[in-house]
């Protein structure tokens, strides 16, 4: 048992970090006081804080790295449920992330949708066929073909209209319906 110098409170030696120097090899606060303590240093300087922890990730970059991968591995399960869990309690958030993946991948300029552009976008009816709900979000020139992921590139469609449309741009696409209809000369 020892007396942390911080709260004044007798606690067993675990609670404590080991070090030599100190008085029977441990430090002479408590960890909750320490890590307490870097809290409050941090919140106080935050710009400072930021520049540590980037110059710790430059020097250390194949650690951290290394350290990400192998925690991805060995919680796979754990962060699955976790983005279950935030992506049901917030779906929008979650088909835009997966809209700005696509867009990223295909590696088409990508500008910020926000939730309240996206809901707008949906409250629409379909703007292929003007009848349905919208369910789907769709790029007017899409990304498969140079298209951008921005607000002034999308629009809301039901999900036939939007498998239909496929990598057909507007024009194309019109032209198509008026060939599948038999209204074309």
């Known amino acids: 048992m020892k007396v942390c110098k911080g ?26 006081c320490l890590k307490a303590d870097d809290r409050a240093a941090w919140a ?4 400072k804080s930021r520049a540590l922890c980037r110059k710790w990730k430059a020097a250390n970059l194949e ?23 935030r992506y049901a309690a917030n779906p929008e958030k979650a088909i835009l992330k997966n809209l700005l993946r696509r867009a990223r ?20 009816p379909c703007y292929l066929c003007l009848i349905a709900p919208s369910t789907t979000e769709e790029h007017i020139i899409p990304l498969s073909r140079g298209g951008r992921h921005s607000i002034g590139n999308l629009l809301g469609a039901c999900q036939p209209c939007n498998s239909r ?12 319906m ?4 038999g209204l074309a000369a």
């Not at 120097?21 to 909750?32: D, M, Q, V």
Request: charged share 35%; hydrophobic share 30%; aromatic share 6%.
């Open 63 to 85: 650690l951290s790295h290394t350290a990400a991968i192998a925690y991805r591995e060995n919680n796979r399960e754990k962060i699955r449920v976790s983005d279950r869990e």
């Open 7 to 32: 709260c004044e409170e007798t606690k067993s030696a675990a609670d404590f970090y080991k070090k030599p120097s100190g008085k029977g090899g441990l430090t002479a606060r408590c960890k909750e």
């Open 44 to 47: 106080a300087n935050p710009e």
């Open 178 to 181: 008026m060939r599948v209809l």
């Open 105 to 124: 991948k295909k590696g088409c300029e990508v500008r910020t949708v926000t939730a309240k552009d996206y809901r707008r976008i949906m409250s629409a």
């Open 165 to 176: 449309k496929g990598t057909k741009t507007l024009i194309e696409y019109r032209a198509y």
